[in-house]
């Protein structure tokens, strides 16, 4: 009989949309609900550990907060987390998954981006959640053999379905990272004003004009600058017609 494997599916953020800018060292908790979408439930000491990104406090896993009782296929959890915003201005993402009391991980990665910004309004965040969401012991995360997945795959199921171009064309760009692949995503994701103002330029070709964005790392100065001077190039000249 084989073994049916956990699985988790991201909703919605439930506090801290991405890029919600939070003043430096600013404590708030992120909260995410999560379903249960496979077959089996999830055991009662189920929890949530940071696997990677940016560190924002001393949190690494915290627990469901079920009380004790399983997630049974299909519920919904929210699951919180106390976070403290960086010291230093910039863009942070710290990511989490959900792994069993046997270290397996499963399901989608969740994140926390933020804004870290000194002229961010606290009154924009949230900065308690209902339940304390403290920190617990760290725990071992690994893998089953059969669980490995391409990063395209991983990448896809988060959200990105219908940017499946675009995905290849980080994942080339950052030799398969997927971090680095998921923070160009988000970064991406705010470039649709950009993009629009580069039409209104003149810049109609949005494909190139995108593929330039990631080239150039999202700066505009850079992308209008190489938009200009591929458009100067000269025309080649068409040879003279032989009656």
Not at 20 to 43: C, D, M, Q, Y
Not at 66 to 91: H, I
């Amino acid at each position: 009989m084989a073994y049916a494997k956990p699985d988790g599916r991201f909703v919605c953020d439930v506090s801290i949309p991405d890029g919600t800018e939070v003043s430096p060292h600013t404590r708030f908790v992120k909260i995410w609900r999560l379903r249960n979408s496979g077959k089996v439930a999830w055991a009662p000491d189920t929890r949530l550990v940071r696997v990677g990104g940016d560190e924002m406090g001393t949190v690494s896993a915290v627990s469901l907060q079920t009380e004790g009782a399983s997630v049974l296929p299909d519920a919904e959890v929210e699951v919180a987390v106390d976070l403290v915003a960086p010291a230093r201005a910039g863009r942070y993402a710290s990511y989490w998954r959900l792994v069993t009391p046997y270290g397996v991980k499963f399901g989608h990665r969740v994140w926390a981006l933020i804004q870290v910004t000194p002229n961010a309004s606290e009154s924009e965040v949230e900065v308690k959640a209902e339940k304390p969401a403290g920190e617990e012991s760290p725990v071992v995360v690994v893998d089953f053999d059969d669980e490995a997945t391409s990063v395209e795959v991983e990448v896809m199921t988060m959200g990105f379905t219908n940017k499946k171009e675009l995905i290849y064309e980080l994942l080339e760009k950052n030799n398969n990272d997927f971090h680095r692949t998921l923070d160009d995503l988000v970064a991406a994701a705010e470039w649709d004003p950009i993009l629009e103002e580069l039409q209104e330029m003149g810049f109609y070709d949005t494909e190139m004009n995108r593929k330039l964005m990631i080239k150039n790392g999202g700066s505009v100065k850079r992308v209008v600058k190489e938009l200009v001077q591929m458009y100067k190039e000269p025309a080649p000249k068409l040879a003279d017609k032989k009656d």
